[in-house]
Protein backbone atom coordinates (compact mmCIF):
# COMPACT_ATOMS: atom_id res chain seq x y z
CA UNK A 1 0.00 0.00 0.00
CA UNK A 2 1.20 3.68 -0.57
CA UNK A 3 1.73 4.82 2.91
CA UNK A 4 1.17 8.36 1.98
CA UNK A 5 -2.64 7.75 -0.02
CA UNK A 6 -3.25 5.62 3.12
CA UNK A 7 -2.38 8.14 5.82
CA UNK A 8 -4.20 10.82 3.71
CA UNK A 9 -7.25 8.81 3.60
CA UNK A 10 -7.00 8.10 7.62
CA UNK A 11 -6.92 11.66 7.86
CA UNK A 12 -9.63 12.85 5.46
CA UNK A 13 -12.13 10.22 7.60
CA UNK A 14 -11.31 11.04 10.61
CA UNK A 15 -12.68 14.88 9.37
CA UNK A 16 -15.54 13.09 8.33
CA UNK A 17 -16.37 11.62 11.02
CA UNK A 18 -15.69 14.55 13.34
CA UNK A 19 -18.38 16.59 11.54
CA UNK A 20 -20.71 13.95 12.04
CA UNK A 21 -20.34 13.24 15.97
CA UNK A 22 -23.90 12.71 17.40
CA UNK A 23 -23.06 15.57 19.78
CA UNK A 24 -22.20 18.14 17.33
CA UNK A 25 -25.51 16.90 15.07
CA UNK A 26 -27.86 17.24 17.85
CA UNK A 27 -26.30 20.38 18.81
CA UNK A 28 -26.82 22.03 15.43
CA UNK A 29 -30.45 20.54 15.78
CA UNK A 30 -31.17 22.63 18.69
CA UNK A 31 -29.57 25.68 17.30
CA UNK A 32 -31.65 25.12 14.66
CA UNK A 33 -34.76 24.66 16.43
CA UNK A 34 -34.06 27.66 18.61
CA UNK A 35 -34.99 30.00 15.83
CA UNK A 36 -38.64 31.23 16.35
CA UNK A 37 -38.98 31.33 12.48
CA UNK A 38 -40.53 28.28 10.96
CA UNK A 39 -38.97 28.84 7.63
CA UNK A 40 -35.69 29.51 9.04
CA UNK A 41 -35.59 26.30 11.11
CA UNK A 42 -36.58 24.43 7.88
CA UNK A 43 -33.84 26.27 6.06
CA UNK A 44 -31.42 25.12 9.06
CA UNK A 45 -32.14 21.42 9.21
CA UNK A 46 -31.78 21.31 5.15
CA UNK A 47 -28.83 22.53 5.33
CA UNK A 48 -27.59 19.56 8.05
CA UNK A 49 -28.83 17.56 6.23
CA UNK A 50 -27.48 18.25 2.98
CA UNK A 51 -24.02 18.42 5.10
CA UNK A 52 -24.49 15.30 6.43
CA UNK A 53 -25.31 13.55 2.81
CA UNK A 54 -22.38 15.57 1.55
CA UNK A 55 -19.98 13.52 4.41
CA UNK A 56 -21.64 10.43 3.27
CA UNK A 57 -20.56 10.57 0.03
CA UNK A 58 -17.31 11.71 1.38
CA UNK A 59 -17.00 8.45 3.80
CA UNK A 60 -17.87 6.33 1.04
CA UNK A 61 -15.43 7.58 -1.33
CA UNK A 62 -12.95 6.72 1.07
CA UNK A 63 -14.03 3.64 1.57
CA UNK A 64 -13.56 2.60 -1.87
CA UNK A 65 -10.25 4.35 -2.01
CA UNK A 66 -9.13 1.83 1.02
CA UNK A 67 -10.49 -0.51 -1.04
CA UNK A 68 -8.77 0.29 -4.24
CA UNK A 69 -5.40 0.12 -2.01
CA UNK A 70 -5.96 -3.27 -0.54
CA UNK A 71 -6.98 -4.65 -3.66
CA UNK A 72 -4.07 -3.27 -5.36
CA UNK A 73 -1.83 -5.28 -3.47
CA UNK A 74 -3.86 -8.69 -3.33
CA UNK A 75 -3.01 -11.42 -5.92
CA UNK A 76 -6.63 -13.53 -6.04
CA UNK A 77 -6.60 -17.05 -5.30
CA UNK A 78 -6.90 -17.51 -9.61
CA UNK A 79 -3.72 -15.43 -9.69
CA UNK A 80 -2.29 -17.77 -7.02
CA UNK A 81 -3.03 -20.86 -9.21
CA UNK A 82 -2.24 -19.62 -12.76
CA UNK A 83 1.71 -18.30 -11.02
CA UNK A 84 1.68 -21.82 -9.64
CA UNK A 85 0.41 -23.58 -13.01
CA UNK A 86 2.81 -21.61 -15.29
CA UNK A 87 5.81 -20.05 -13.66
CA UNK A 88 7.17 -23.84 -12.56
CA UNK A 89 7.23 -25.12 -16.07
CA UNK A 90 8.90 -21.32 -17.28
CA UNK A 91 11.48 -21.98 -14.46
CA UNK A 92 11.96 -25.81 -15.56
CA UNK A 93 12.91 -24.98 -18.97
CA UNK A 94 15.18 -22.22 -17.99
CA UNK A 95 17.64 -23.75 -15.45
CA UNK A 96 19.91 -26.01 -15.66
CA UNK A 97 19.77 -29.46 -14.87
CA UNK A 98 22.18 -29.42 -12.20
CA UNK A 99 19.68 -26.69 -10.36
CA UNK A 100 16.78 -28.85 -10.45
CA UNK A 101 17.18 -29.18 -6.23
CA UNK A 102 16.76 -25.60 -6.41
CA UNK A 103 13.97 -25.75 -8.97
CA UNK A 104 12.32 -28.66 -6.37
CA UNK A 105 12.41 -25.80 -3.45
CA UNK A 106 11.02 -23.09 -5.38
CA UNK A 107 8.25 -25.85 -6.16
CA UNK A 108 7.66 -25.84 -2.52
CA UNK A 109 7.99 -22.13 -2.24
CA UNK A 110 5.47 -21.18 -5.12
CA UNK A 111 2.74 -23.59 -4.10
CA UNK A 112 -0.62 -22.50 -3.78
CA UNK A 113 -0.49 -22.80 -0.20
CA UNK A 114 2.52 -21.12 0.83
CA UNK A 115 1.60 -18.16 -1.41
CA UNK A 116 -1.86 -18.06 0.46
CA UNK A 117 -0.11 -18.60 3.70
CA UNK A 118 2.07 -15.50 2.99
CA UNK A 119 -0.62 -13.25 1.82
CA UNK A 120 -2.99 -14.02 4.78
CA UNK A 121 0.05 -12.87 7.24
CA UNK A 122 0.45 -9.39 5.05
CA UNK A 123 3.32 -10.26 2.44
CA UNK A 124 3.00 -7.97 -0.23
CA UNK A 125 3.89 -9.50 -3.78
CA UNK A 126 3.79 -6.99 -6.04
CA UNK A 127 5.82 -4.38 -4.20
CA UNK A 128 8.24 -6.98 -3.24
CA UNK A 129 8.65 -9.12 -6.23
CA UNK A 130 6.75 -7.02 -8.81
CA UNK A 131 8.57 -3.59 -8.48
CA UNK A 132 12.18 -5.32 -8.70
CA UNK A 133 11.49 -7.22 -11.83
CA UNK A 134 9.58 -4.19 -13.24
CA UNK A 135 12.52 -2.03 -12.70
CA UNK A 136 15.15 -4.75 -13.66
CA UNK A 137 13.79 -5.50 -16.93
CA UNK A 138 13.44 -1.50 -17.62
CA UNK A 139 17.60 -1.71 -16.76
CA UNK A 140 17.60 -4.75 -19.11
CA UNK A 141 15.70 -2.44 -21.92
CA UNK A 142 16.94 0.49 -21.24
CA UNK A 143 20.94 -0.93 -21.54
CA UNK A 144 20.00 -2.11 -24.80
CA UNK A 145 19.29 1.34 -26.41
CA UNK A 146 21.78 2.36 -28.51
CA UNK A 147 23.31 5.35 -27.96
CA UNK A 148 24.88 8.03 -30.16
CA UNK A 149 29.18 8.82 -30.38
CA UNK A 150 28.28 12.49 -28.70
CA UNK A 151 26.16 10.19 -25.37
CA UNK A 152 28.77 7.93 -25.83
CA UNK A 153 32.10 10.57 -25.98
CA UNK A 154 30.23 13.29 -23.16
CA UNK A 155 30.08 10.09 -21.25
CA UNK A 156 33.44 9.13 -21.07
CA UNK A 157 34.43 12.86 -20.67
CA UNK A 158 32.25 13.13 -17.35
CA UNK A 159 33.60 9.55 -16.42
CA UNK A 160 37.56 10.76 -16.66
CA UNK A 161 36.32 13.95 -14.75
CA UNK A 162 35.16 12.10 -12.08
CA UNK A 163 38.31 10.00 -12.18
CA UNK A 164 40.47 13.17 -11.21
CA UNK A 165 38.98 13.89 -8.04
CA UNK A 166 39.52 11.43 -5.41
CA UNK A 167 35.83 12.86 -3.27
CA UNK A 168 33.65 12.78 -6.87
CA UNK A 169 35.07 9.03 -7.33
CA UNK A 170 34.12 8.15 -3.55
CA UNK A 171 30.74 9.64 -4.28
CA UNK A 172 30.63 8.02 -7.62
CA UNK A 173 31.26 4.33 -6.25
CA UNK A 174 28.44 5.17 -3.35
CA UNK A 175 25.77 5.99 -5.68
CA UNK A 176 26.48 3.66 -8.13
CA UNK A 177 25.92 1.15 -4.87
CA UNK A 178 29.60 -0.05 -5.85
CA UNK A 179 32.57 -0.94 -3.58
CA UNK A 180 35.67 1.47 -4.76
CA UNK A 181 39.02 -0.52 -5.30
CA UNK A 182 41.82 -0.17 -2.61
CA UNK A 183 44.47 2.05 -3.81
Same mark, same amino acid.
Given at each position: ?????????????????????????????????????????????????????????????????????????????? $?? !???? +????? #??????? =? %?????????????????????????????????????????????????? $?? !???? +????? #??????? =? %?????????????????
Amino acid at each position: MDNQIVAQLGADLIAATARNGASIISDKIRTAKTNKEYKETISELEEIIYDLLNDKAEIQRIAQAYEQELVAQKITED $DI !KYIT +DNLIP #ILSSLLP =K %ENREQLEQLKKLLSVETLTIMQLIGFNYKQAIGEPLTLLLRKIIESKIPM $DS !KTNV +DYALA #IANIAKD =K %EATKRFYQLTNQKMPED
